[in-house]
């Protein structure tokens, strides 16, 4: 039996949700690792249960500290939206004026090829 054949079933050992065959459990008895790593999972799992119980209580102020802290991002986030929305319009504006000038251009031009000559 290997370590890496062992190592998954391992968590699941220590919370009890497995029992290991005989083989691998003679395997964890043996070996110095799997019983190292066997202790850390069952640490993790006391510590984890020992938290369930604590409650923390924020700071005073923290609440009010946090929804200001979003409500300025929001804000922020609302002025490079606008900012975003104008510079599209004013490109929009510029590339329509652009267009219409170069239709203008190529009228007065087309007109005054067809114009006849008053010299003759």
């Known amino acids: 039996m290997r370590c890496d054949e062992v190592a998954p079933l391992l968590p699941a050992m220590s919370d009890g949700t497995v029992v290991l065959p005989s083989d691998m459990a003679a395997h964890v008895e043996h ?7 066997l202790v850390q999972h069952r640490r993790v799992l006391r510590t984890l249960r020992s938290l369930r119980a604590e409650v923390l209580e924020p700071a005073p102020g ?19 939206s606008l900012l975003r929305r104008r510079r599209v319009a004013y490109g929009a504006g510029v590339a329509a004026a652009t267009v219409a000038g170069v239709i203008g251009a190529v009228v007065i031009n087309s007109r005054s090829r067809r114009s006849p000559s008053l010299a003759g």
Not at 31 to 37: S, V
Not at 62 to 80: C, I
């Open 31 to 37: 070996c110095l690792r799997c019983q190292a790593e």
């Open 62 to 80: 923290m609440l009010t500290d946090v929804l200001a802290a979003v409500e300025e991002v929001g804000e922020r986030h609302a002025v490079r």
